[in-house]
């Protein structure tokens, strides 16, 4: 499987590149014997041309550590086609609070109805605050696309299953019960992945920079949601070594079915180096469970002799001991966790490819858990309110961690004719896991 | 004309060049080096972002929108296009959306308010196309998940009084389906209808109704919910609500996933309680029911449960603050011939159809039955080492209950070794001890226990007795005292300290306590007797007798005044008169087993007292 997947867009990847829409005499000659600019040194602005992935998990991240990227013609030419790409995140401008804020009043005073608009309004601020070559990405989604998508996902399935839940509720046997629930449970975890899907193929397609659209292939999203669901299946049963394998196939069937303009991206990378970080989260996770087990059971143990005949009185100080220990192995295990995406953020990253170029991240495990912690409390303390600013603090985290290594020649990058996807991100937003909210 | 600069891409490569943008009349014009100048007329101005006066930057396009863009980054130039194409301002945009969305909003909200003002009944319409099948099988699932555990009554006596009651409560209701009753086993004072025409009826209600006529009316009440289809109304507001909820707050909530949500729908509006108390008024004259006792039984009701919080939620009470109101509506109705809604006969079998109540003797008999069970149970286990506190907690009390006090003590003291920490054990065994008349060992476990559950008023008042019958009264008193340190002084704890500081000759306290105990409760009849004694014991007997006066006005029958009085007179040298109130007490409470007991009540006190000081007038 990984070998076809590696092959695959390996094989086509050269197609689009030769049909670019303003070739020159020989464009895939051209492509690889005119020399590019010098590559831009590696801390360079970070590029990313789909900088719309919510998921930690997905986004096309460099690497600090991971294995060095292969080889690119564009590497050692001295002149390469193309030019060198700057990514860069616009300081301020995006005026978030007030728009939270206002944004939370009207959408009270309409029922909700305003969330959409809500939503699409943020993003127009986000997408133009990532720059490409300085000049801004674009969001073209609107507000009535995605209530539309979500009354239609209301229509066909959240009220079916309640209607029919409802039904077989009072008239079933438990015998029926039994089997719609299966039933139920398997759809909505297959509704759930071909929701994560179809929510980044209405994002990639609604993104463009100068008029030049994103895009996701069309198709895939049920053979995308059967995978997500069989192999969720496993995880428990594989105790969850199944996890970076998984990562990275529900990875490599996304960023290969992305286009930017007429030009694919390719997703090269295999689990391996994933693997190298994942045991230790592993069994750090373990080990910080049993650690803060021992140390409570200690010191309750303790309490409990000292104090007998009379039950443990435990003191101030004993409640502060508990709290920090459980508080410190929590940090720490979410320092552990945030160590692995870093690492998962900077390889994919390295293994994903535009052409001759492909990104490079600077993401470390400590700024991303600091990433983490921070928007929970923004989001947690505000009550959701000022969500769009941890959203917009997600972005910039991306724009500013990553780049991109090697030339695009933007100039033969053309407008993909692609139709555009209709609908919203109903599917996602039926089970609220849309990670942008 | 003020020009602009800015980049401009032609949506088929993904490049830029420079141009200037000018503000002219016809349009926004669009100039550039290779580029034919473009005229974009302002209407049709498109932009990636709704403007504010703030937006530092912009990409702007034709609303056809192919792909060709121009970014500009300039406040000044988005500060014109604002003015020059004011479909682009943001608020504009935004208004666009909140002016329906808003009218949306007031027109639900509108449709919900005209509909209940109207009468349209929604949910009650939609009732009415449930089949028939349908609201049966959803009543038994209901009435399945509502009396779980809990078994039918079927005594065949008490089924067929039902079965005639229901008989003329069909009859007059003029039912093409009858209606059925289930009796529960269930304590509860309760009685609801569920879709497809079953009623439920607890046997804690038949219990507590005085007489069949108010059975019948509340039967007949909610034989009137059914009729108006409130059950299968409520299960169809409870699916529209769980839909509402799901299409407005964009699928967080969960699904209907049990019958709860259906349960919760079988409470009704007061509109819904009126109405069926409109049909049972309407039955039971039908039937010749009288529907005063319906009324005497919402009084009961209201007595028993009123202001009590957490009364079952489908219980009757539910959503009837107003039960004095509903009382008054069935004691209002124009009389008419009534006959009993079942005979003496019937009525005692409808009481029995759980199953006849066990007499004194048969419970007693369970209960010693019950003991020895218990004590051979555990006495096993002790033999295989297998028994733990618990098991010897339990063989204590079977042991106690039969008067086995010494093995019972054993039992609780190897509980307690081996669970150190329980209070309650502690207050067990010192309820041991005083059967034992080990005060002071009974002080000294309530003490532990104290210390075990420091906020415990229960323990604490129980230690201030203990010590008051060793006549500790120092110690009691400290008890006494952190009982009443609260907000809440009720009157019978301040007797009890005002007792106290009688015994510690502190009467002016004493005399206070009293005070307040009276102000709170007028007809206290202890306080009054011990305020006789403390006026005596200061030396007072005419304020004494006045007491010993107002204690008698109280109860008259009680040899609290009379003794007192007695004294009193003895105080003021009327002994004659003192030795007849003396004699009269002890004749009147001959049978008395009264014991004398310097914590005894005052009741027993004074009984004891009177029959001493009759002897001792008879030996002199």
Redesign the interface.
Known sequence: MIDDSDRKPGAGGAGPWERA??PPASPASALETQSPPPPPSTPAASAQPAPVQGEAAHPPAPSQDGPPPPRFASDTDPVAAGEPVALTW?R??T?LVMLSLLNLF?RI???????F?AKT?VR??I??SVRL?G??L???GT?KELFLG?LII?GIV??P??IV??VI???GNPVAVLIFNLTLYIAVALLIGMGIYRAQRFRLSRT??????ASMKPGGSMSYGWFYLWTAALIPITAGWIIPWRTTELNRRMVNAMTF?NRPLRFTGDCGPLYRRYWAVWFGGQLLFIGAAVIIGLLFFERFKAS????PKLETLDWVIVVVTLVVAYLIYAFISAWYRAGIINYFASQTRYGRAHFAGRATGLSLAWLDVSNFLIAFLSLGALAPIAQARTMRYYAMNLSVVGAVP??????NEDTVLQRGEGLA????IDAFG | MKSYTA?Y????????KPVTLRFATQGLEIAGEGLQTLRWPYETLAA???L?A??????V?QKS?L???V?VEDNAAILALREKAPQLA?GR??RA??IP??A??LL?AGTAVGISYSGLRPAKTMAGFIPQE?RV??GN?VVKSLTRGRPRCSEPDGMAALNRLMNRLNLAAGLERPYEVRVVKWGLVNAFAVPGGTIVLTSGLIRNARNPDSVAGVIAHEIGHGLELHPEAG?IRA?GL??AS???????SG?????GLILTALSYTRQGEREADAHAARILRKASISTKPLGQFFLDIEKRYGGKKGANRFSLLRSHPENKVRAALFNNQPSYPATPALSADEWKALRTICGKPLTAEQRRARRVARHRETIRRVTEKVTKKTAKWRDYRERAFAYQAQKNYYLALQDFNKAIELR??DPNLFVARAQLHYRLKAYDKQVDDLTTAI??KPDSTWFRDRRARANMRLQRWEAALEDHNALLKGEKKPSWRLKNRAETFFHLKRYEDAMRDLDVALAQSKRYLAARGWRSRVFLAQGKPQEALGEAEEAIKIVADSPIGKVLKAQALEALDRRDEALALYRGVVERFKKSRAKFDPTLSLYAWSIVYARNAASAADNR
């Not at chain 1, 005073?109 to 969330?115: D, E, P, Q």
């Open positions: 829409s303003q616009d301020g401008g005026q009207l005073i309409t029922l909700n109805v305003y969330n608009w309004e127009k601020r997408w133009s070559q000049e801004p674009e969001y073209t507000g979500f209301f959240v009220l299953i309640l839940s409802f509720q009072i008239f463009r920079w100068r008029g030049i659209h303009g007998r005949p009379l039950p933007f100039d033969r990058v053309g407008q937003q039926a089970f609220d | 980049r891409s032609d949506g088929q490569t993904a490049q830029s990636n972002v709704p504010t703030s937006t530092p930057k912009a990409i396009k929108d792909g060709v863009t970014f943001a945009w935004r959306v909140v969305a808003v949306f909003t639900i349908a099988s959803l699932r299960v699916f769980s839909a799901e299409l407005f707050l964009a699928g967080s699904t209907l996933k049990n019958a150190t920490s210390g075990l």
